[in-house]
């Protein structure tokens, strides 16, 4: 296929898509006229029904679920395609799977070096007071699963690609993301079997404001935080590995 081809498949599809949006925001409802039900109701009983304080983290994780699951394994697949189009590529142009010489990238400094890695903890515990309080506070296991992977990213921002390839290997976050993306599923799969229907809150909602409440909740925002933060570390991995290799040639 040629450039101008290309080019002009990019453009019509970037037309039809700009129509699209333009078409859906001029049908939207007046600001502060919500014309539907389902917040409303979600607002008067979500609390009392579930036991979560965070009423989109509850529809995310409870009343609408199912959809949450199909929109982490779009995350889980998009990132594995990524892997294996950038790591067949790495596999054809170099022989070694050793990383190149070079620990820090240009501009790095012992300044840089010395408040990145400082950040690195306290971005940490942030990460993860946002995935196990979603339920409580905003936040919840994607905005979590990111704040995640930023405290892993830190670390190569401040020249130290070695040791972020140290601290999270591609066969940790392989893992992180494969059984993030597997917990939600089996999360789903408990309430069919102990409460006989998919995605059934079947664990003890607990008092509402309590860290150990709104049931299966929490367990399906840490599943997945786990998956989130894997999945983004194995992508910006994979493009630092890509760029280290167009700079090795």
């Not at 002009?8 to 700009?18: E, Q, V």
């Not at 509850?58 to 199912?66: I, P």
Request: hydrophobic share 50%.
């Amino acid at each position: 296929m040629t450039r101008p081809v290309r080019l002009g498949l990019f453009l019509t599809g970037m037309a039809a898509l700009a129509a699209t949006l333009a078409v859906a925001v001029g049908d939207l409802p007046g600001f502060g006229h919500y014309p539907g039900p389902y917040g409303t109701i979600i607002a008067r009983t979500g609390v009392a029904a579930r036991h979560g304080t965070d009423l989109v983290t509850t529809v995310n994780f409870d009343y609408r679920v199912f959809d949450t699951l199909g929109e982490e394994f779009i995350l889980f697949t998009a990132v594995l395609g990524v892997a294996l189009v950038l790591r067949r590529r790495r596999g054809e142009e170099r022989t070694s799977e050793e990383p190149p010489e070079e620990h820090h990238f240009p501009g790095s400094s012992s300044a840089l070096g010395a408040i990145g890695l400082a950040l690195v903890g306290p971005v940490l515990v942030l990460g993860a007071w946002v995935v196990t309080h979603g339920h409580l506070t905003p936040g919840g296991g994607f905005q979590g699963g990111v704040v995640l992977a930023a405290a892993i990213l830190i670390v190569f921002l401040a020249g130290e690609y070695v040791a972020m390839k140290r601290v999270a290997p591609h066969a940790a976050l392989e893992l992180a993301e494969a059984s993030g993306a597997a917990g939600l599923a089996l999360v789903g799969l408990g309430g069919l079997i102990f409460a006989g229907v998919f995605f059934k809150n079947f664990i003890s909602l607990g008092s509402p404001g309590a860290i150990l409440s709104a049931g299966t909740i929490p367990i399906g925002n840490l599943a997945v935080g786990i998956e989130v933060a894997g999945a983004f570390l194995m992508l910006w991995t994979e493009f630092s590995d890509q760029a280290l290799v167009v700079r090795s040639r």
